[in-house]
């Protein structure tokens, strides 16, 4: 009976963890050579980091890949590629 007394809502008690990385690699991004990976609170961060990274470091690949998509593609690509990182 001490079970029912408890008030239900205050046993699922709220995760308070910190928050999942997301991550974006340059591997995941088919540059098996480089070690790069972008860490950040939001996907949005990651992009940017890997962004910046990759127009940097991977011209010729940056070049080559905005031959064969346009940005918005480009960019639906890579978000598909953001981990979560436990
Ligand atoms: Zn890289």
Redesign the pocket.
């Known amino acids: 009976m001490d079970e029912s007394s408890k008030t239900p809502a205050r046993r699922r008690e709220f995760k308070k963890r910190k928050p999942n990385m997301k991550t974006l690699s340059?591997k995941d991004l088919g540059?098996s050579e480089?070690n790069?990976s972008a860490k950040a609170q939001t996907s949005e961060e990651a992009m940017k980091m890997a962004t910046d990274?990759?127009t940097h470091?991977?011209k010729d690949k940056i070049e080559e890949m905005g031959k064969a998509m346009n940005p918005e593609q480009m960019k639906a690509m890579m978000t598909s590629k953001i981990k979560d990182e436990a």
């Open positions: 340059c540059i480089c790069f990274h990759a470091a991977h």
